[in-house]
């Protein structure tokens, strides 16, 4: 008996089956990353929620709050009838390639036994989806119909941007392999393009009423100024999940890759996301001394080093992250003082910061190689895949927000603005015991009215 | 009557009409006119509402 044990039969066979099991194990422990990541980016949109809601007047706070609750509701299925695809679909441009896997008939769109990746992947890109379709949201507040946004968001959160992923992502996206495009935390493929949608969408939309007065921009105050700042910090939460997401977690010895291929880490990630984090707050508590831009900041920080999280020294990340919250405020007043009313700022933390973040990557890691043949990382490759982002949010975004602008079913009517959204179509009242005003013009000061752009 | 496997042994894809590629799509569709029918029915609440309120 212990003869046949010690045999090299039986020796072999107990090796397979310790190597199945550690296989079968690993799998499990990506899934149970990625399924953790996906939960954590849940965090995201308890933030947004809360953050929009207190940014709106209290005459409008719960419409702003189901307009977030519905966008996921949307974007989900609709990632998973259509998003999915085009992320397979068109690394190549805009000429379908066969990923009928992909397609919501396909068997590897459910359970299967033996596949532990699709749908794991699948739920973390459809919460990255979601995330993008509610940057647009806080921007639009207090004006837009609910419908109109679900739709803008569906195009957003399930197409746009999974189209620049599909472009900027995957393995044979045609950015990476004939520019060595790199964008690690997705400053590129979701922030640059929800940022600059928003912007299209927001030159349809108009400002909300009262916004402007002679050309001057007044205060819309939020109604909850320290509801929206925990929201901020919410998001600040669900970031980690979110670039949690963003890193490979490869079976066999090859451990963490970027989604490039290129070697990486938790342990890069987290040097650098929290460095940009604190650069950005001190980059925006000097550029305004406002608590809303302060913690708004702390999204612009993270945002600004994202496309380099794995490349970056984190002092460097620091100063980038700090001089990007300092530009974020400048181009917020920029875009005030044009006439536009965005009423979170999401173009210039979201649009601007992920536009220049992604040339950053090119001023300072220029040089860096690529892995498979792409090309090495350079400042014309990152500058072209930059003004691609920006074009690819922007031209959509004001496209589709023109059509409903002339079908007349964008902007909620006059009346409705002026009573409050909730009063008349939300059919419930946020606060019915307590009498909070909800007046159009504010004793506060515009937050972005005195300041000076500093040392940008 | 939608299981799509018999037994468990060498199972792959084995959730309800993984075999049945029509019911499959129908659903999609399903899914599509769900979402569809969710942003009409909120336009003919607005329509509704922003008429009473005028």
Known sequence: MEQENLSLESLQAALQAQQATFDMHQSMNIE?????????MVMIHAGFLAYEMGASRSKNALAAGIKNILALAVIIPTFYLFGWWIYNAFPNGLIPIDASSALPWAQSMGPDVKDMGTGIFWAAFALFGATTGSILSGAVIERIRVSAFLILTVFLGSAIWILAGAWGWHPEGWLLTDLGYHDVGASGVVHAVAGFFTLGVLINLGARKGKFINGIAQTIAPHSLPMTLIGLMMIIFGFFGFLGGCIIFNGGETGWTTIYNTPTNLSAFAFNTLMGFSGGIIGCYLATRDPFWTMSGGLVGIISVAAGLDLYSPSLAFIIATCMGLAAVWFAKFLENRGIDDAVGAVAVHGFTGVVAVVLVGVFAGGTPNVNGAPDITFMGQLIAAIVMLLLGFIPGYGISFVLKKLNVLRVPEACEEIGIDEVEILAKPYPEANVPANSSSDVPNKLANIEPQGV | MGSSITTWENVSAYFTFADNPV???????????????LIRSIIKHENKAFEEHK
Do not use: E
């Open chain 1, 32 to 40: 149970v990353f990625y399924w953790w990541c996906t939960a954590i």
């Open chain 2, 23 to 37: 019911a499959l799509v129908l659903f999609a569709l399903g899914v599509a006119g769900i979402v569809g029918g």
